[in-house]
């Protein structure tokens, strides 16, 4: 591994023979550089990063994924974390593109954006959230290129004995990407007893403030018990700081009805108002991007609207006038995904639905990926029981859908769709679920990554329908058993089939 230490160098203010990142910034080869990302497969990136013992960077994001592209308009374009891609070697890789969703069963991903570290050993450093502070990346990225250790490593080390941890350590577990990973812990381990212990053993009260908002997530899971004095006094430190509550606002902007349910009932008012209040007047701090700004208002809107009430004309036109301003702001059609999703879920948290039917139509003529937006105009209909409307915009994203994951993706919640709005167009369904299974050219994809999930989902779904109906299983079930019968004995696929249809394991060759 000795060349990486010069690589570390780079990254560490100490390491006096090289220069820092910021040094890096300031001589920066080209004005409007941007990341090279690496050309060829992921098999030969690996065998690169071997032979030049460089870590990998690795991103998995979607065209039309609304937090991919706010990833690319914000963290992407920074000049200093383009800088530090250099010191790896960064690979895009497109859920669409061939294997992608074997890839993504491999490194365990379940979603858009996945942005994780790897050693040359090909070993997991760490795994970034796709949400937190812009002003953070980088140094969650200097973190795991400084340590080159693994981290199912430093969660072992947490589990057994928290106080034998770094500050670094706590740091890159504090800014782990715990939502994206279902692995990242023991099968066995305990979340909520690990996330309280770090909370109470962090060196910094950032890193504490994150832990803690962690632990009450799990909390929720676990039991959904009531806090206690203690915790709630803590909850209410966190809301009382702006920094703390800026270190968490991914969990603060969008878990208020969840923990706030939880809070003791002689608490729950004040500590209601201190959180909408704080986050909404934080709304505007620096280091948040747009999208995340107006998230500023999810807190305030669930208060506000969580008996039916219809929010004061004053606050309708406030919200107008604010996504109106942004809007303006935000001319790049990419950028927009990220940015015009957050305003129609705005207008939607406010029941302001007419004004988010409009913004979505009019984003159809400017967007990169309208088949997105035309998905939400779907589930706008038919949340309003307007079915006849809602099928016509779901089969419309389906058609106009593009990539073949993409475009499986899609076509399986228009037939969903079918399913819940019109069971009894039963020729249309069968025929909609059959067709799906000829998007891929090759056809063991539909057993892998999010694929599978969602023709999992649908196999389920459609075997429920045909019980209710009296229906033979048909063409449908038959296509998937015979793919099965082709799959590997032992392989990915040929384990997912097993878990598939309602007879159970298939046999595999």
Same mark, same amino acid.
């Given at each position: ?16 023979? &090289? ?33 030049? *013992? ?18 690319? !308009? ?20 497109? /859920? ?22 790897? $050693? ?9 959230? /796709? ?51 279902? !692995? ?14 770090? &909370?109470?053993?962090?060196? *910094? ?12 997530? &799990? ?33 603060? &902007?969008?878990?208020? +009805? ?33 999208? +995340? ?41 990419? *950028?927009?995904?990220?940015?015009? $999703? ?24 400017? !967007? ?15 949340? +309003?029981?307007?079915?006849? +409307? ?31 709005? !019109? ?14 299974? /000829? ?32 229906? *033979?299983?048909?063409?449908? $079930? ?32």
């Amino acid at each position: 591994m000795k060349k990486l230490i010069p690589i570390i160098c780079l990254l560490l203010a100490g390491c006096s023979e &090289a220069p820092t990142t910021s040094q890096l910034s300031a001589k920066k080869e080209t004005k409007d550089a941007s990341i090279v990302w690496y050309d060829g497969t992921i098999e030969s990136a690996f065998a690169r990063a071997a032979e030049e *013992e460089k870590p990998i960077f690795l991103y998995w994001g979607a065209v039309w994924c609304p937090p991919c592209q706010e990833i690319k !308009s914000t963290v992407f374009k920074s000049q200093e974390f383009i800088n530090l891609t250099r010191l790896f070697i960064p690979v895009y890789l497109d /859920g669409d593109t061939e294997r992608a969703q074997s890839w993504g069963d491999k490194f365990g991903v379940m979603g858009y954006p996945t942005m994780i570290v790897f $050693n040359p050993e090909r070993e997991e450093l760490t795994r970034l959230p /796709g949400n937190i502070d812009i002003s953070r990346y980088n140094a969650v990225l200097d973190l795991s290129l400084n340590q080159m250790r693994p981290i199912s490593d430093i969660v072992q080390m947490a589990i057994d004995d928290t106080t034998t941890l770094t500050d670094a350590d706590f740091r890159q577990l504090a800014y782990y990407s715990w939502f994206q990973d279902v !692995s990242a812990l023991p099968e066995n381990a305990d979340r909520q007893a690990l996330f309280a212990s770090l &909370a109470e053993h962090s060196p *910094e009260d950032e890193l504490s403030s994150r832990f803690f908002m962690l632990y009450l997530l &799990a909390k929720l899971d676990v039991d959904g018990s009531v806090l206690t004095g203690s915790e709630t006094d803590q909850l209410q430190t966190i809301l009382s700081s702006d920094e703390l509550t800026l270190a968490a606002w991914d969990t603060l &902007a969008y878990w208020t +009805e969840e923990v706030l349910a939880v809070v003791p009932e002689s608490r729950r008012d004040g500590l209601a108002e201190q959180w909408w209040q704080q986050t909404f007047d934080l709304r505007f701090a620096e280091n948040l991007s747009k999208a +995340e700004k107006l998230s500023g208002w999810f807190p305030r809107l669930y208060l506000l609207t969580r008996h039916g009430e219809v929010l004061p004309d004053e606050i309708q036109n406030q919200i107008r006038a604010e996504i109106e301003a942004v809007d303006r702001a935000t001319p790049d059609s990419f *950028e927009r995904q990220s940015v015009v $999703n957050q305003m129609a879920h705005v207008y939607r948290q406010a029941g302001m639905i007419a004004d988010a039917k409009m913004l979505l139509i009019e984003e159809l003529e400017k !967007s990169a990926s309208p088949y997105y937006f035309m998905r939400s105009l779907g589930g706008i209909a038919e949340r +309003e029981a307007q079915f006849g +409307e809602a099928l016509t915009w779901r089969r419309k994203a389906y058609d106009t859908a593009e990539g073949q994951a993409t475009r499986f993706e899609w076509g399986t919640d228009y037939v969903r769709a079918l399913i819940r709005m !019109s069971p009894q167009d039963e020729d249309h369904i069968n025929q909609q679920a059959i067709a799906l299974l /000829g998007e891929f050219d090759d056809q063991s994809q539909l057993l892998a990554g999010r694929n599978f999930r969602r023709l999992q989902r649908l196999s389920a779904e459609l075997t429920d329908w045909r019980e209710s109906r009296l229906l *033979e299983a048909g063409e449908f $079930n038959a296509t998937i058993q015979a793919l099965c019968s082709e799959q590997p004995a032992g392989s990915a696929e040929a384990q997912n089939c097993s878990n598939l249809l309602p007879n159970g394991a298939v046999a595999a060759s």
